[in-house]
């Protein structure tokens, strides 16, 4: 780690401790089911196949539905995340002609106002007092700079290369980083202790096929993400301290990741009834039992509604869609 980073996140860890037309769309929609059966990353097909996407908000039970924004001159749209406080929104975009690796970052006020471009990168998320973002950087981005996991000041400056990897996030203490790698082969889950400066692989069984993200329970003791196994996605808890210390598989079916785990408890992913051409609608579902996923309110327009988020008191949802197109 880039030893003026390590004191900015120590510092964080310990005061938190403390305290396109309609047919190509379906084609797409299939596409990112088979991206995920085949262990590609769906931003492999973003370039080429992208409909018009924009970040939207809504209530949980389905009302005050609303596009938030749609970032001028970008077509694919993806991993919002509400900042801890309310008050803001970051995702990253790109237009359909770029690669995902030319991605850049925006933040834009909750209510859609005041976008701002803070520049290369991916999959942002915020630190636990809104301070700092994590993000990525993929191989082949425009400024040839390293690849992995970075931090930088909300605003965009200060930004430092932590370590080899993708899709972090902060646990709810900030204490530790969860992040995905395949610095060891198999694309895997770890997590990176901040205060120790180690990182830890917690998936050991056999899901490694490349889960893409992983996301923290509230109370930062389990790790849910959608993986394959067999031919088949599976939604996957594990133990954030390890998978051989707990492993459960939640739900097998048509579903896509990001995993998204509510203040409540309760996840959020996205699914299809039957087809793989048939439409992703969010769906949420309790961590444990057996409970079939329950498709949320309001969606019943577009083709492709993933990528959800939770606000901080569990009571709004962000997701990307293409139902403004």
């Not at 769309?25 to 370039?47: K, Q």
């Not at 990176?192 to 923290?216: F, T």
């Not at 969010?282 to 019943?300: E, F, I, K, S, Y």
């Amino acid at each position: 780690m880039n030893s003026s980073v390590e004191p900015q996140l120590l510092t964080l860890a310990r005061r938190a401790s403390e305290g396109p037309p309609r047919t190509s769309v379906r084609m797409f929609s299939a596409l990112v089911v088979a991206a995920l059966i085949s262990g590609l990353y769906v931003a492999d097909l973003a370039a080429a196949e992208a409909p018009q996407l924009a970040v939207y908000a809504m209530n949980v039970d389905g009302s005050e539905l609303r596009k938030v924004v749609q970032a001028p001159g970008q077509r694919w749209h993806a991993a919002p995340s509400w900042s801890n406080d309310g008050k803001f929104v970051v995702f990253h975009a790109h237009p359909m002609d770029a690669a995902a690796a030319d991605s850049h970052i925006f933040v834009v006020k909750e209510d859609g106002s005041d976008i701002k471009d803070l520049g290369p990168g991916a999959f942002a998320t915020w630190s636990p007092d809104n301070k700092q973002l994590l993000f990525s950087l993929a191989d082949q981005n425009p400024g040839n700079a390293q690849a992995g996991v970075w931090v930088m000041n909300a605003d965009g400056k200060g930004r430092e290369w932590l370590f080899a990897g993708t899709s972090p996030v902060f646990s709810p203490d900030g204490s530790r980083i969860l992040f995905v790698s395949s610095h060891e082969g198999n694309q895997s889950i770890y997590v990176y202790d901040v205060i120790e400066g180690m990182p830890k692989k917690i998936l050991q069984e056999p899901y490694q096929k490349r889960p893409g993200s992983a996301s923290w329970a509230a109370d930062g003791k389990r790790v849910a993400f959608v993986d394959e196994r067999n031919g088949k996605a599976e939604l996957i808890l594990i133990d954030a301290g390890g998978s051989e210390k707990g492993q459960t598989m939640r739900h097998r079916g048509l579903i896509g990741g990001p995993v998204a785990w509510a203040p409540n408890s309760k996840l959020l992913l996205w699914s299809k009834d039957k087809e793989l051409t048939d439409p992703q609608r969010l769906h949420v579902v309790a961590p444990d039992g057996d409970d079939a996923p329950v498709v949320l309110p309001n969606q019943d327009a577009g083709t492709l509604n993933f990528d959800p988020a939770w606000s901080a008191d569990g009571k709004r949802v962000l997701f990307i869609s293409d139902r403004g197109k």
